[in-house]
């Protein structure tokens, strides 16, 4: 999957930029858009899988060698994978949900420069604590 899934593409997404051939350039960001949904989704399936199907089951047959078919699926020229998904599910989806989608993100920006404010401040005041503890206890 590292060959295939990322390795390649990358190889080619960089072909593309290089080349400013906007047809492969749109063909390939498609493909990382899917590609970054089926990771994303992999991580849950793959606990899913590991964890209810291990056992006296074992795992599902030939699951690792579908997900590996789907990726040169999803990359093959021939079958257009990742233009398939993106045009018929990712994309209207995406555009249905665009704004809340960035409302999260402005959300949780703001979430994380509080918190690394905070964790900042945190940290100086122990810091400045620590000198003063040693600076008075003839250590610093």
């Given at each position: 999957?590292?060959?295939f899934?990322?390795?390649?593409?990358?190889?080619?997404?960089?072909?593309?930029?290089?080349?400013?051939?906007?047809?492969e350039?749109?063909?390939?960001?498609?493909?990382?858009?899917?590609?970054?949904?089926?990771?994303?989704?992999?991580?849950?399936?793959?606990?899913?899988?590991?964890?209810?199907?291990?056992?006296?089951?074992?795992?599902?047959?030939?699951?690792?060698?579908?997900?590996?078919?789907?990726?040169?699926?999803?990359?093959?020229?021939?079958?257009?994978?990742?233009?398939?998904?993106?045009?018929?599910?990712?994309?209207?989806?995406?555009?249905?949900?665009?704004?809340?989608?960035?409302?999260?993100?402005i959300?949780?920006?703001?979430?994380?420069?509080?918190?690394m404010?905070?964790?900042?401040?945190?940290?100086?005041?122990?810091?400045?604590n620590?000198?003063?503890?040693?600076?008075?206890n003839?250590?610093?």
């Amino acid at each position: 999957r590292l060959v295939f899934g990322t390795l390649y593409p990358a190889y080619a997404s960089y072909k593309a930029v290089k080349t400013k051939n906007i047809r492969e350039y749109v063909r390939w960001m498609m493909y990382w858009i899917v590609f970054a949904l089926f990771m994303a989704t992999e991580t849950f399936t793959d606990l899913l899988i590991s964890g209810c199907c291990a056992g006296e089951l074992g795992l599902l047959p030939f699951y690792y060698e579908v997900k590996m078919a789907f990726v040169i699926w999803l990359i093959s020229p021939y079958t257009q994978g990742a233009r398939l998904l993106y045009r018929k599910f990712v994309h209207p989806t995406l555009s249905r949900k665009e704004k809340e989608i960035d409302t999260y993100i402005i959300q949780a920006r703001e979430r994380g420069y509080e918190t690394m404010a905070r964790l900042g401040k945190r940290g100086l005041t122990k810091a400045a604590n620590t000198d003063v503890f040693f600076a008075g206890n003839g250590a610093g």
